[in-house]
């Protein structure tokens, strides 16, 4: 079998096509309509049914049908995936599962008398099958994450994802450290993974081209080690030490953006948590978003603690919250009090998402300390 192009160019897809074809490769003649499609536009009811008999030739289109992943094609491999499970844990999913671990490749063990394991199962099967190596796009949404988070990440460490751009992973919730409910109707409390960490798994050196990553959830990995990460948003504390901003070694990023809200307790993030930011680990941080994060503290704390972060320097951009200084919030009167800190921002741009109210000082003189306050 002829080796996949390294390059992007036709003349050797089409080559590679050809030998498919002559071993009675689907993928070869999806190969053929895709060129087609993409110089002329037309047939893309032939390459659609083209990558269906590609599907079934790879025994992917059960997990097409189960509808808890969607994925595109290109070239005759998959390009972008995103998982999110449909609710259904009855028997024709365990059938499926049951088949697809029989008859396809996988890495992470699975017991199949437990149903919360086999969203571990269909995410394993995907992508631990040939056709998910040049994966570029990657989005897992979980629900059973208890078993499935570290089912993922030995799938994602089996093989070297030399493509893989950007990475999702985690688990969507309302209010932080609330449980969840699992696919079967069950309790996964997250509090229980704290320090324990829900992936064990080291999948940073199996994604080398990884250059965006997206986390949700708590305690989801000991560390985030990877020099090529340029833009991190990360949606409560993924560190299993309950770390928001000291992800681990990520010297490359660019851009951060930071979503916390308050927990089931009622409380909101420890402004001290901003003492994480350091330019000794963010040294190329340029994008700094904390529009969407909510403090256990003041405006003017939260100004206070970023003017004297040693990453403020650096920064080209910065969005918070809101910018409102009451008399309560400062010594003296509050527009001073804004005065004395301005000059740490003056190079960025400053964005607000919420209001801007500085007691006793209207817009003009907001604008004056503040001259690029988008």
Not at 166 to 177: A, C, I, T, V, W
Not at 214 to 222: Q, R, T
Request: with cysteine.
């Amino acid at each position: 079998m002829a080796a996949v192009p390294e390059t992007d160019d036709w003349e050797a897809w089409l080559a590679y096509a050809d030998v498919l074809t002559a071993a009675g490769d689907a993928r070869g003649q999806a190969i053929r309509l895709e060129h087609d499609y993409e110089v002329s536009g037309e047939d893309p009811v032939r390459l659609a049914a083209a990558y269906e008999e590609v599907e079934r030739e790879a025994g992917l289109d059960g997990l097409r049908k189960d509808g808890s992943w969607q994925f595109t094609w290109i070239r005759g491999f998959l390009d972008e995936a995103r998982f999110h499970l449909v609710k259904d844990t009855g028997s024709p999913r365990g059938h499926l599962v049951e088949r697809l671990l029989k008859e396809q490749p996988h890495t992470a063990p699975v017991d199949l008398a437990d149903p919360e394991q086999w969203e571990g199962a269909l995410i394993d099967v995907l992508l631990s099958h040939p056709a998910a190596h040049r994966l570029r796009a990657l989005e897992l949404h979980l629900t059973d994450y208890h078993h499935s988070a570290e089912h993922s990440a030995i799938s994602l460490a089996g093989r070297q994802r030399t493509r893989l751009e950007h990475l999702y992973f985690g688990y969507d919730f309302q209010y932080l450290y609330e449980p969840s409910q699992t696919s079967t109707g069950g309790r996964i409390n997250p509090l229980e993974f704290h320090d324990r960490g829900l992936v064990q798994t080291d999948v940073w050196g199996s994604l080398p081209a990884l250059r965006t990553l997206e986390a949700e959830g708590a305690f989801l990995f000991h560390c985030v080690n990877h020099d090529g990460l340029e833009h991190v948003r990360v949606r409560g504390p993924v560190i299993s030490d309950g770390s928001l901003l000291d992800l681990g070694l990520t010297p490359g990023v660019v851009s951060l953006e930071l979503t916390i809200g308050s927990d089931i307790f009622g409380c909101c993030c420890p402004v001290e948590q901003l003492d994480e930011l350091q330019a000794s680990r963010y040294p190329h941080l340029r994008h700094l978003d904390l529009s969407k994060a909510e403090w256990d503290a003041t405006s003017f704390d939260v100004l206070s603690a970023l003017a004297a972060s040693s990453v403020l320097p650096q920064l080209s951009s910065l969005s918070i919250r809101d910018l409102t200084i009451a008399e309560g919030d400062c010594e003296g009167e509050p527009l001073a009090a804004l005065a004395g800190l301005a000059p740490g921002f003056a190079h960025l741009d400053l964005q607000v998402n919420g209001d801007v109210d500085v007691q006793g000082a209207d817009d003009e003189d907001v604008d004056r300390l503040l001259p690029r306050l988008v």
